[in-house]
């Protein structure tokens, strides 16, 4: 897996999504879309979730009043979101709309209790005309965009399985990183002002591919660009 510590949350239940993704992926948040700029963003990787709000349009700035979604659309997601009463989601609401008057930049509350990801995403595929998710490098980050009719309304982060591989050879380390969804990274460290022959490296990473499974002709489809001490 990515890390030691596993961060966020396995959901249990989404037969599709552990096909796509592989039995150990993780969700590490979402965003769920009031307009084209104003969200709130659900967070899963601390000790308590938290929901937090965000107007696009004035980043690092106090959050604009006018820009506050009605009570009943932060009723419906925090209900839909968490494992919480609609009394509790008013009080969650009438909290976040308290700090938006006071001049918060981001108002936040934390919420005491389980999160039904299975909810929020089986509501995304019913009501979603499109989607499109991010290209990986080999890290296994993924981000995935729900669209209804061209407009944005909710954002998966997700982390699927990756790993890493080096090779040293004296002061030279060559690095293979690869995710489930096909992402690939390689990377050559050099010392500062030392240079490399183009077929020196690849035919090292040839080999790194054939241990590992892959073809190593793959390599010949691979762009390299140089900086200062990276290739």
Known sequence: MNSREPRGIAPDGLDDLETRFGPEYRVLGFSLFHTDR??????VTGET????????????????????????????RLTLTFD????????????LREQAAEGTDIPSVAVSAAVDFAAVYERAL?????????????????????????RRFATVYFIVQSAEIRRRDGDR??????????????????????????????NVFRELFEDIGLPPASVDELTFEYSPSIW
């Open 173 to 202: 380390t060559y690095t293979l990183k690869l995710d489930r969804l096909g992402g690939l990274y390689a990377r050559v460290d050099l010392p500062v002002g030392e240079e490399i022959p183009e077929e020196e490296y690849r």
């Open 38 to 43: 104003v969200f709130v963003e659900v967070g």
């Open 49 to 76: 979730p938290s929901l937090s709000l965000f107007d696009e349009a004035t980043v690092a700035e106090e959050f604009p009043i006018e820009s506050l979604p009605p009570e009943a659309w932060l009723v419906d």
């Open 126 to 150: 019913a009501e979603r005309t499109e989607a499109s998710g991010s290209p990986t490098g080999g890290d296994g980050w993924y981000t995935e965009t729900s669209f209804r009719d061209d």
């Open 84 to 95: 919480v009463s609609e009394a509790d989601a008013r009080e969650h609401a009438a909290d």
